[in-house]
């Protein structure tokens, strides 16, 4: 047998992802890219860097720290306290000082070692720096809401299909038991024919008074702005309060339809399609302040088939998390909690000939996995872009206070001019790459 020159894990890579997505890679890795134990050796490992290292930034650093296959080799924000106190974390959870720091992502995507990052920006730094991850050839973890905006959305699905790379949004619900099992047993038809699905999601916060003052030192704080408009620096403003103001977020229904939206979509098996009507039945909003964000929602959209998914914070009967009900009974699942009608549905079981829901129970030893093998992650870019698509259409049917009726296939808002235009947001300059 002609002796066969083993790729190295950067070739593999670059190999893999000129391949494209309709063939699948083999998961195994050759013995030569492993060292002691079968794990990766150090020249070997995923490289990553981090672009965002704030609160959920740092949260998702320690699935990368923990996880061998992966080495960070760099970190960025726009916060010179988060950029230094997250490299002197990376730095001692290696014993070294190999962890590099940059102010400006566009230099730390430069960097051709680097073979992913893991993104935590504001919504509305999410598009920009995936975009040019990939043009980059960088696979990204991504945080959730997928888009700021939904036409952004779809031009981040095809910079990532044109440049062949592995997305997995941070959507984690989808990587834990409880809400496998209960989309299954929606999908497997226990409980009968859904004709309802409820999405609970937390009330909004009013607020936003804190005075117009200097940016402190260590913020880059034009940087921050980047394409929202530039607006007066306010504590209420920046870093956790920015989902509270729509240049930058979302409000809750933004900052969760990527969590229990996404779930309910999973359970109907409408992941990549959407409801064809968003009809707003209330809705209020801060009448003081700079959060602007809706506080108190309810949205009824419908699909083509009849079933009805209510948009809804938290409150009376809707309960935080999804529920679908169904002919025959319902079911219910929240983070540390699920409950079905009948009862006895919970000790139901899939049968090896049912539908069987993707795997996951590490959500970013997921996204790794699938930047070897080359196979699409638990929670890919069109999946997300979705169900994301859910939230901006839930938002523009509140905004203008009037229903929106919606193709789907077309990506399209039918004969209501006023809405299209909200579909997407202009981009301050330099940042109209789009």
Sequence with gaps: MACTRWLTRRQFLKRSAAVGAAVAVPTVLPASVLGAEGRPAPSNRITIGCIGVGGQGNGNLSGFLGDPRCQVLAVNDVDQQNLARTQRRVNDAYG???????????ELLARDDIDAISLATPDHWHAIPAILAARSGKDIYGEKPFSHDLREGRAMVEALNQYGRIWQTGSWQRSTGDFRFACELVRNGRIGKVHTVEVGLPTGSAGGNAPFTDPPPHLDYDFWCGPAPWAPYSADRTHWNWRWQMD??????????????????WGLG??????????????????????????????ECTYANGVKLIVQNAEGPVRMGAKWIGTDGWVWVDRGGFETQPASLKKDRIRPDEIRLYHSTNHIGN?????????????PAEVAHRSASIGHLCVIAITLGRTIRW????????????????????????????
């Design 96 to 106: 070294n000082q190999d962890c590099a720091a940059y102010r400006d992502f566009r």
């Design 248 to 265: 930058y977020g979302g409000g809750q229904l933004m900052d969760w339809i990527g969590h229990h939206g996404d779930i309910a979509q």
């Design 270 to 299: 409408t992941e990549t399609t959407g409801p064809v009507e968003f009809k707003p039945i209330y809705a209020d909003f801060p009448k003081t302040g700079i959060w602007d964000a809706a506080t108190r929602y309810r949205i």
């Design 367 to 379: 996204f790794i996995d699938c930047v070897i093998s080359r196979r699409p992650t638990i929670t």
């Design 407 to 434: 193709n789907p296939d077309a990506e399209e808002i039918l004969d209501d001019p006023a809405a299209t235009a909200l579909l997407g947001r202009a981009k301050r300059e330099p940042w109209n790459i789009l």
